[in-house]
């Protein structure tokens, strides 16, 4: 028996991922700086594409309105002429079988 304790040394431990590096605490914070630019670049990108979508939405429905305002006046016109139609040829047929 040897009167000298044996020292053992802990082995680190990389919790559920055995072969991952750890990360020292600048790593760490280079890491997320990182991933936080790349995230604000992402949603300021999306912000872009989303103020010109709300651009052209703006635009067609300006567009429609006016298109719906013209098709209404056209149905309008249609129905004036169509009336005026009828009753010249209700008043020709009239005049026809009266012998006139």
Not at 10 to 27: D, L, Q, R, V
Not at 59 to 65: A, D, L, P, S
Request: no cysteine.
């Amino acid at each position: 028996m040897s009167t000298t304790p044996e020292t053992t040394t802990a082995k680190p431990s990389n919790g559920p991922f055995p072969f991952a590096m750890p990360f020292t605490g600048e790593a760490w914070a280079k890491a997320m700086h990182d991933g936080f630019e790349r995230s604000k670049a992402f949603w300021d990108e999306y912000a872009k594409l989303e103020a010109q979508g709300l651009a052209h939405a703006r635009t067609v429905m300006g567009e429609q309105g006016k298109l719906g305002v013209e098709a209404m006046t056209y149905v309008a016109g249609l129905g004036h002429e169509w009336r005026k139609l009828a009753f010249e040829s209700t008043k020709r047929t009239m005049d026809m079988l009266a012998g006139r």
